[in-house]
């Protein structure tokens, strides 16, 4: 008996003498291969998936909000509005609306020639009757194009207006994506249109007096005055960078409307102003690219 009691105390340590062991190896096997401790959960023996992305670069239908652009104006003839030929929804063939670019199976247009950004969240109430997937924004060259310098927006109140075209969508829409263009270079235009004579003729109808009058003047008050409404767009296109970063659904173009170059070609032959049949292309073109991109511009 006692000699099978020594036996069992002898196997009693050596059982824990080999368990120590096993404890010491596990520490050890901690440890990966390049010496670094590799912790609960390694990413080596079990990936995590991949998040969720906010942005659904294919939505299936598209609403438009915002001015005579979006409208197709002067497009087709002239002083009317031609929705047909619009970039965000259009069905014209030439164009390729970012509709179709998208193949949405519905798309709307609530824009309307003449609207400043103020006149956008009525638009957003109509638009949300339809429950789009995507609402497209092009507003703020009628904030900017006034009879004078004097009487364009003032930027704090083109943001609470934009402020308010979100919050609107957030209340009414809000699992709908946003895409905000930015507000054309409109000295751009200007410097295009002014070469044609009947384009000149048409802007002594008032057409965005505060860019286009007096076209061909280069006095020291006219290149002030140009310049400060080229100035104004450009702050309003930072308000809708910061604004639209400060809403998850939203995706800003990145100044890329306003950095193209439109030429003579892309312009209307009826006023030298809005954007052709291939304007409107353009226009398309650089909605769908930013829409359906992985990342947002930067």
Known sequence: ?????????SRSAVAGATAGLLVLLGAQAGCDASGGAAGPGSQDRHPSASPTPTWDTSPDSVAAVGDSITRGF??????????????????????????????????????????????????????????PALVTVMAGANDAC??????????????TSFETVLKRLRSRLPSAEVYVSSVPDLKRLWSQGRGNPLGKQIWKLG???????????????????????????????????????????????????????????QLSRWDWFHPSKDGQRRLAEIAYRNVTADRPPA
Not at 1 to 9: D, E, L, P, V
Not at 90 to 103: T, Y
Not at 148 to 159: G, I, K, Y
Request: glycine fraction near 8%; hydrophobic fraction near 35%; proline fraction near 4%.
């Open 74 to 131: 002067d497009a087709c003839t002239v002083l009317s509005d031609c929705p047909s030929v619009s970039w965000s929804t259009g069905k014209n063939p030439a164009v390729r609306s970012l509709a179709v670019r998208l193949g949405a199976d519905k798309s709307w247009n609530d824009a309307r020639t003449g609207a400043r950004m103020a006149d956008v969240p009525g638009q957003i109430d109509a638009a949300a009757t339809h429950r």
């Open 207 to 265: 057409l965005c007096a505060s860019m286009l009058r007096d076209a061909d003047a280069m006095d020291p008050a006219a290149v002030q005055r140009r310049d400060t409404v080229r100035e104004r767009v450009i702050a309003y296109n930072t308000v809708l960078k910061d604004v639209c970063a400060g809403y998850r659904h939203c995706r800003y173009d990145g100044g890329a409307v306003f950095d193209y170059r439109f030429t003579g070609g």
């Open 146 to 159: 006034r009879d004078s310098v004097s009487h364009m927006t003032p930027v704090d109140e083109f943001r």
């Open 1 to 9: 008996m006692r000699g099978t009691a020594r036996n069992r105390r």
